[in-house]
């Protein structure tokens, strides 16, 4: 079973060193759970907790589509299917609507995109458009998984993150998951080591014991 031995001192310090990769907006390191999203340390690599994210998230049934640069989107792709997750790698990012349109209504067990982000990223009113979008008609769950340090990446997206993989200069990575996402994931990992909810459930006993309603200004 997964071990998480963080006291609350440890978890609101980690909080407070992810938060500007997360947003520009600042959060009380114990209160970032009124966001509607939920950080969760996973006290291993990044590619471990992208492993985890995807063996927690996808049924046996649910496809994932890939895009990105090559060498980052070879990487996951090659981490994909270790999870025995049937995978379609995209080449770039789906700025051009028709041709990822079409592999999604060709294919209607896509059910996850994951967006592979480098230092050479850069978001555009076309490519948000095009995210926007498709999460809409074709139901998807958006994964960002960094390779790179970034700046209040939820402002850029406009909120439309469910699932984000990022590592801090200290080499720690986490995921922030949407709340309504996560609980989602209970009971369906494929692995008792990549079982993310458990995980989540390990930290939330750090937490303290009165909780507060989400902020409207995050729905």
């Given at each position: 079973m997964l071990q998480s031995n963080i006291t609350l001192s440890e978890s609101n310090s980690f909080c407070n060193q992810v938060m500007p990769s997360w947003s520009n907006r600042y959060y009380?390191?114990?209160?970032?759970?009124?966001?509607g999203y939920e950080l969760i340390r996973t006290n291993s690599n990044r590619n471990q907790a992208f492993l985890m994210v995807l063996s927690s998230i996808t049924s046996w049934d649910e496809e994932v589509i890939i895009c990105g640069k090559q060498k980052e989107r070879d990487e996951t792709?090659?981490?994909t299917?270790?999870?025995?997750?049937?995978?379609?790698?995209?080449?770039?990012?789906?700025d051009d609507l028709e041709?990822?349109?079409?592999?999604?209504?060709?294919?209607?067990?896509?059910?996850?995109?994951?967006?592979?982000i480098n230092s050479g990223?850069?978001?555009?009113?076309?490519?948000?458009?095009s995210i926007n979008w498709l999460k809409e008609v074709?139901?998807?769950?958006?994964?960002?998984?960094?390779?790179?340090?970034?700046s209040g990446i939820n402002?850029?997206?406009?909120?439309?993150?469910?699932?984000?993989?990022?590592?801090t200069p200290d080499g720690d990575s986490y995921v922030i998951a949407r709340r309504n996402r996560l609980v989602q994931t209970e009971g369906n990992s494929r692995s008792l080591q990549l079982d993310l909810y458990d995980l989540w459930q390990?930290?939330?006993t750090s937490r303290k014991a009165i909780i507060e309603p989400m902020d409207l200004c995050e729905i």
């Open positions: 009380e390191p114990d209160r970032f759970y009124q966001s792709e090659s981490l299917k270790n999870l025995g997750i049937v995978c379609q790698a995209y080449f770039e990012y789906p041709p990822i349109n079409n592999i999604l209504k060709a294919r209607p067990g896509i059910s996850h995109m994951v967006l592979n990223f850069r978001v555009t009113d076309k490519f948000l458009s074709h139901r998807l769950n958006l994964i960002v998984n960094c390779h790179s340090a970034f402002d850029v997206f406009n909120g439309n993150i469910d699932f984000l993989i990022g590592e390990k930290q939330v």
